[in-house]
């Protein structure tokens, strides 16, 4: 078994290969973070992450050293099309290289991006859902139904080919929902998890689990509903980079807009996210907006977000609204 104290030291000798495989064999400083290393000078930048759940990315945009006149190189042990569009989003000079046993090739190109539709099957079933006091989300072939940012129904297909409508928060609570109560009325069980969020998911609502998860989205949530909050006419949801939705897990989400004739780009996110503004490039190669802004509580607006920040495309304004959760959970 590996020693993980020795991880760090393994990791940065990997990535000192990898510069020789690449020809860039100089003189550096480096850098280690969970999982991952960072070799830089005043001219190049090479960073590796031995986890995908761990983007060197991030870890990249907030070193102070970086310019936009440093070639930059990122290594991932396997196709990585989220990174590989993110970086589209930057004025940088970035490659992305892919492990090959014990050579790096070129990371394959994330084919232009192109909304996948739900089927007929399932566009039948939405009609159910429109009716009720939820928010109809067509995301990567799937329809959600949301309430304050919170999923409280999904249309998935069956083995026979045909559709149905899952009731609960997160697969775990749809899956009890299908077993114990898939004899009730559909409309019944989706107000009674409604009601549920309605009781613990406010600004007066006492500790508990509902209110502090997917704050991102709730956030979101607030200027869907009122996109007057920051000055929109209109703003719709649009789907995530992540084709898998995991309807527990809080990471940024986006929105498109129009202000004076013009599209805006929205991305939220709560807490310290480092992966706001990766998210942020990749939503930028998707959609090509005409501004983009960044919707955060005014005390998540830390200086290596807005350090990120500075080498989108985009240049982006930060927003902040009144926080729609309790007060005493804020900072918790």
Not at 147 to 169: D, L, M, S, Y
Not at 203 to 230: F, G, T, Y
Request: glycine content about 4%; overall charge negative.
């Amino acid at each position: 078994m590996r020693d993980s104290s020795q991880l760090p030291t393994l990791i940065l000798a990997k990535l000192k290969s990898f510069a020789v495989e690449l020809d860039k064999d100089d003189d550096y400083e480096d850098r280690v973070f969970p999982s991952g290393a960072i070799l830089f000078n005043s001219s190049r930048l090479i960073a590796y992450s031995l986890s995908d759940e761990v983007s060197a990315l991030p870890v990249v945009l907030a070193q102070k050293e970086l310019t936009s006149e440093m070639e930059i190189h990122l290594i991932v042990d396997q196709e990585n099309p989220v990174l590989s569009a993110q970086i589209r989003g930057f004025d940088l000079d970035i490659s992305l290289w892919l492990v090959e046993g014990k050579k790096l090739v070129e990371h394959p190109e994330t084919p232009t991006y192109r909304k996948k539709t739900a089927p007929e099957g399932a566009r039948d079933l939405v009609k159910k859902l429109t009716s009720l006091e939820c928010c109809i989300l067509e995301e990567h072939g799937t329809f959600r139904a949301e309430f304050r940012g919170v999923e409280v129904a999904r249309i998935t297909e069956e083995e026979n080919g045909h559709f149905k409508i899952n009731v609960g928060i997160g697969d775990y609570d749809q899956n009890a929902h299908n077993l114990l109560f898939h004899q009730e009325n559909l409309d019944d069980r989706i107000k009674e998890v409604i009601s549920m969020i309605k009781k613990l998911r406010h600004k007066e609502s006492p500790p508990h689990p509902l209110n502090r998860i997917l704050r991102s989205r709730w956030l979101m949530s607030e200027v869907i509903s009122n996109p007057e909050l920051i000055g929109m006419e209109e703003l719709n949801f649009v789907e995530s980079l992540l084709p898998e939705y995991d309807a527990l897990r809080n990471e940024p989400c986006a929105a498109i807009g129009v202000r004076d004739n013009a599209v805006i780009l929205v991305l939220s996110a709560t807490g310290v996210d480092l992966d706001l503004v990766p998210h942020s490039g990749g939503q930028l190669g998707r959609h090509n907006p005409d501004e983009l802004l960044l919707l955060m509580p005014e005390q998540d607006q830390h200086p290596v977000i807005l350090r990120q920040s500075r080498h989108l495309r985009t240049a982006p304004s930060f927003r902040s609204i009144p926080t729609p959760w309790p007060e005493f959970l804020q900072n918790k």
